[in-house]
Nanobody, 125 residues
């Protein structure tokens, strides 16, 4: 079983910074993409940032210039560095990944989408 476990959420004042981490574990043949979504109360879940093949990143407009996404492939870990946080960044942040699970050594199954359990980020104004 593949699992994603997030950490690093919390309470921060507006203008502050937080760093989220997400580790993928289990029988993994290949990780194609990793990223972060968020869902604020009463709103739909939205993409914040994603990274493919370890270095091709995309961001939602509101995150550009403030957030950085990076991936350590050796550790199967994705990071989201969030700076200049605003109250509107308050949400539950979910790690997501497109992963090919390992069927047997050297053989991966079709890639599937996985989600973490979420971590709360609260920005106080």
């Amino acid at each position: 079983q593949v699992q994603l476990v997030e950490s690093g959420g919390g309470l921060v004042q507006a203008g502050g910074s937080l760093r989220l981490s997400c580790v993928a574990s289990g029988r993994i043949a290949r990780i194609y993409t990793m990223g972060w979504y968020r869902q604020a109360p009463g709103k739909q879940r939205e993409l914040v940032a994603s990274i493919a093949n370890g270095d091709n990143a995309v961001f939602t407009d509101s995150a550009k210039g403030r957030f950085t996404i990076s991936m350590d492939s050796a550790k199967s870990t994705v990071y989201l560095e969030m700076n200049s946080l605003k109250s509107e960044d308050t949400a539950v942040y979910y790690c997501t990944a497109e992963i090919s699970p390992q069927v047997r050594p050297g053989i991966g199954a079709r890639a599937s989408h996985y989600w973490g359990q979420g971590t709360q980020v609260t920005v106080s104004s």
